[in-house]
């Protein structure tokens, strides 16, 4: 059990450490321009005279962040308690299982939001432009794919620790 609460705790404080990071520099990319410029060039394939930056723009660009930020969030708190609950000996229990499959849905979901908020943020970066200059992209890149297929072993992972707990309980009540 030491060596469960050894990595419970180095767990929780990577969580404590990348939620922080996650969450400052998701902001802090629409707080300077230069950072958006870098993005919008690297990320969404945009050319530098394709786009305007206004103080619009970055409002609106970081309100369409929160949303896969938030997921991201949601999914670090379900590793925090998920961990919390190993460092109690409390493994195969239905609590656990519920935080595995909160934190598979987050992970699903935040995959899916960011193939969303990359066309909206194309679409907020360009809607400045003169007509026939503005842009839409859609683009599915390999590793919204991989967290997506990440997301859903996690889900299987919670779906046969719920059925481990249960054959764990049932096998308790015969003894």
Do not use: C
């Not at 410029?37 to 962040?65: H, K, M, N, Y």
């Not at 907020?124 to 026939?132: A, Q, S, V």
């Not at 919204?144 to 072993?153: A, K, Q, R, T």
């Not at 054959?167 to 015969?174: I, P, S, T, V």
Request: glycine share 8%.
């Amino acid at each position: 059990m030491d060596r469960v609460r050894r990595i419970a705790g180095l767990m929780r404080g990577m969580v404590l450490v990348g939620g922080s990071l996650f969450t400052f520099f998701t902001l802090k990319i629409w707080a300077d321009p230069e950072w958006i410029e870098t993005i919008a060039r690297q990320d969404l394939g945009l050319l530098p005279e394709g786009f305007v930056i206004t103080p619009t723009v970055q409002w609106l660009g970081a309100l369409v962040s929160l949303l896969p930020l938030s997921l991201g969030i949601f999914g670090m708190l379900q590793v925090w308690f998920l961990f919390g609950e190993y460092a109690q000996g409390r493994i195969f229990t239905n609590l656990a299982s519920m935080r595995l499959r909160r934190l598979a849905w987050a992970v699903i979901g935040a995959a899916a939001t960011q193939i969303v908020a990359r066309t909206a943020h194309v679409l907020l970066l360009t809607m400045n432009n003169p007509p026939g200059k503005k842009v839409l992209t859609i683009s599915i890149s390999s590793t919204d794919y991989s967290f997506i297929i990440f997301g859903v072993l996690l889900l299987g992972i919670a779906w046969v620790m719920v059925e481990a707990t249960r054959l764990a309980q049932e096998n308790a009540e015969f003894i």
